[in-house]
Every structure is written in C-alpha cells, then in structure tokens.
C-alpha cells in the first residue's frame, strides 16, 4: 500500500457511480494527481471539491500507479470568497482549466504549484488582473515555452518594446515593428514596467498569452483552449487571430 500527504489545489471533480466523485488535484509534491473521493458528491465535501480551493490531501493507492483514493481537508475555500464576482471566479475557474489542460498526470511542477496559490491569494487585490497574466506567463515558462522580452528580436535593442512576435517569442521595438504592427502581438506596458494593467491592456495580455498557449501548449496535445479561458477574455474584450510575420 502506497500513502502521501500533500498540499493541494483542486483543479476538477467529476461525479462517479452513486456518491463519489473523481477528483484531479494539482499538489505540491506530486503534480496533477487524480484520486477518488469517496462521499465527494454528499454535503460536507462538495463545498470542498470547488475548483480554486486548497486542501490538504492524503491519497492511498494500491500501486502507485493506480486511482486511489483521496481524503481531503479544506485548507483556504478560495472560490467561496469570490462568488459575488463573477469576474473573479471565471479567472479562478480559467486558471484551474488551464492547469488540468496543459500538466501532465503525475509529473511534479512545483513551480506552477506555488505560482497558481501566489495568484489565488492574490485575487483579492484589485491588480489581480495584471497578476494573473503574469500568471500565464509564468505556466508558459515552466513548460518550456517562455517569452523572451528583454530585448528586440530584430535590432537588439532594449528601449520601447511594444509587440511580441508570434513566431520567434520575442519581443520586437516600435521602430522594427511598425512596418508588420498588424501581423504581430501586442505586448502591454504593465509586463514591463511591473505596473498594474487596465480593460485593453489586460486584453492584449491574455491575447499574448493564449497565443502561445495554444500553439505550444495545448496544440500539440490537440486540445482546444478551455472554456472557462474563453469567457475570462470576452469579459475584457476578444481577441484577434494573428497570421505570420517577418521575425
């Protein structure tokens, strides 16, 4: 019999038989874990199994490799704090989905860990918006898909870097860039300068971030971006399709 206890996050449950419910948690130690709950679907657990929310987890199993089963403790109901904004819960819901789409079974990401609680303690403030593109840029990152913003792609130059080019990752000045400015992605002032972002800044930030996650993240596991993403960026403005380019 194989036991662990870890920090967790919950990502997904999904009902299963009568009264338990399959639960896919993000933790500390052990990265994206799935588990059975048992009595996950009764009324003292399903306030627990909220996506967003941090539990303290204790999964046995047969095998390692095996379901096993969960026993939970809540820890922090983060989704409860949040639900008289709508706004915030579709980023809390965006960011699990994303998790569960993009992190491999069973495959530690500590760093994803500690970013995604850094953001979910932080949704309380009112630059969690900015925080959460930070968030995303930070996934792409630990997944081997980091941008690289420090200096322009075409000239070196490290002073007025506005766009970001969707084919090398880099960033790209406004004099290099203006002549294809429609072909490439903006990039916001705030992940910059470390200030907070505003309405279409935070858009061009999930539109340059939802690039790359679905051209190297989700693409090639042939996943589409998931729902709850989708509606985050309607409640700021939708994003544009961005065709080829020069860099």
């Known amino acids: 019999m194989s036991e662990w206890t870890d920090d967790a996050i919950v990502l997904s449950a999904r009902r299963f038989g009568e009264n338990g419910v399959v639960a896919s948690l993000l933790t500390r130690g052990h990265g994206r874990h799935p588990g ?130 969707p084919k090398s990752a880099r960033a790209v000045s406004a004099q290099a860039g203006q002549p294809y400015a429609h072909k490439l992605l903006k990039l916001p002032a705030f992940l910059m300068d470390g200030s907070e972002g505003q309405g279409a800044a935070i858009a061009d930030g999930l539109a340059l971030t939802g690039y790359f996650l679905e051209r190297h993240v989700l693409g090639s596991h042939h996943k589409a971006m998931p729902a709850s993403r989708t509606r985050l960026v309607d409640r700021f403005r939708p994003s544009s399709t961005i065709s080829g380019s020069k860099f």
């Not at 657990?45 to 996506?51: E, F, K, M, N």
């Not at 929310?53 to 939970?72: E, F, H, K, P």
């Not at 009112?126 to 913003?149: Q, T």
């Open 36 to 165: 059975m709950v048992p009595g996950g679907a009764g009324k003292a657990l399903r306030p627990v199994l909220q996506a967003g929310n941090a539990v303290q987890a204790v999964w046995r199993g047969r095998l390692d490799d095996q379901l096993g089963t969960y026993r939970l403790e809540l820890a922090c109901a983060h989704s409860a704090q949040h639900l008289d904004d709508p706004t915030r819960l579709a980023a809390l819901a965006a960011a699990c989905a994303l998790c569960e789409a993009a992190l491999p079974e069973r495959q530690p990401h500590t760093p994803v860990f500690q970013a995604l609680t850094a953001l979910l303690d932080a949704m309380a403030a009112p630059s969690w918006p900015s925080v959460y593109v930070h968030w995303e840029l930070a996934l792409l990152r630990d997944l081997g898909f980091g941008l690289d913003l420090s200096s322009c792609a075409a000239t070196g130059s490290t002073e007025n870097l506005i766009y970001v080019s």
